[in-house]
């Protein structure tokens, strides 16, 4: 059964840094792809940013540049570090493990107040 545990959300103020993280439980985790997902209030969820089994990454448009994506393997972990943060930015944030079907974390909230 896969479980996915995500930690490093809070209170930042604009302009500031959060790295978010996501431990999954169960090998599957190496051979997925992996993503971050957040949804705001009154707002459906979307993605943020995706990362391979392989690597490559792709990122929504409004946090290109400001976001990154990583994992490691070694630790079933996948990381969104997350820079220059505005007020839009506030949201619960999800770890997605997106196989066969798509495996969610309980989600952490980030509130960035401007």
């Known amino acids: 059964q896969v479980q996915l545990v995500e930690s490093g959300g809070g209170l930042v103020q604009a302009g500031g840094s959060l790295r978010l993280s996501c431990v999954c439980s169960?090998?599957?985790?190496?051979?997925?792809?992996m993503g971050w997902y957040r949804q705001a209030p009154g707002k459906q969820r979307e993605l943020v940013a995706r990362i391979t089994s392989g690597g490559g990454t792709n990122y929504a448009d409004f946090v290109k540049g400001r976001f990154a994506i990583s994992r490691d393997n070694a630790k079933n972990t996948v990381y969104l570090q997350m820079n220059s943060l505005n007020a839009e930015d506030t949201a619960v944030y999800y770890c997605g493990l997106i196989g066969a079907q798509v495996y969610w974390g309980q989600g952490t909230q980030v509130t960035v107040s401007s």
């Open positions: 169960g090998s599957i985790f190496r051979v997925a792809a």
